[in-house]
Nanobody, 114 residues
Framework: VQLQASGGGLVQPGGSLRLSCAASMRAFSSYTMGWYRQAPGKQRELVAKITSTGSTNYADSVKGRFTISRDNAKNTVYLQMNSLKPEDTAVYYC?????????WGQGTLVTVSS
């Protein structure tokens, strides 16, 4: 399984970004896909997750601002991030889970600063 995240960058507070994660596995639709983030000096934390049935859950800190979605035809999961805050600054990682297997992408840096 290979996961390629993209879409990070520098954005001003209040701005938006959309992250994408392209996955290589055949049974993409069967996987639970997630976005995690790790800020400097902090532990990696769950941002959002979407199951194979489309159920989603979010960290309290991003509810109402971030939206996770998936396109099974394109083997891609997205994270739409709106109303970004400086505290959203982190490296964002794509994650894929199925049964006992778990894979991580390489991460994409999001910096929210004026």
């Amino acid at each position: 399984v290979q996961l390629q995240a993209s879409g990070g960058g520098l954005v001003q507070p209040g701005g938006s970004l959309r992250l994408s994660c392209a996955a290589s596995m055949r049974a993409f639709s069967s996987y639970t896909m997630g976005w995690y983030r790790q800020a400097p000096g902090k532990q990696r934390e769950l941002v959002a997750k979407i199951t194979s049935t489309g159920s989603t859950n979010y960290a309290d800190s991003v509810k109402g601002r971030f939206t996770i979605s998936r396109d099974n035809a394109k083997n891609t999961v997205y994270l739409q991030m709106n109303s970004l805050k400086p505290e959203d600054t982190a490296v964002y990682y794509c994650n894929a889970q199925w049964a006992s297997s778990e894979s991580w992408g390489q991460g994409t840096l999001v910096t929210v600063s004026s």
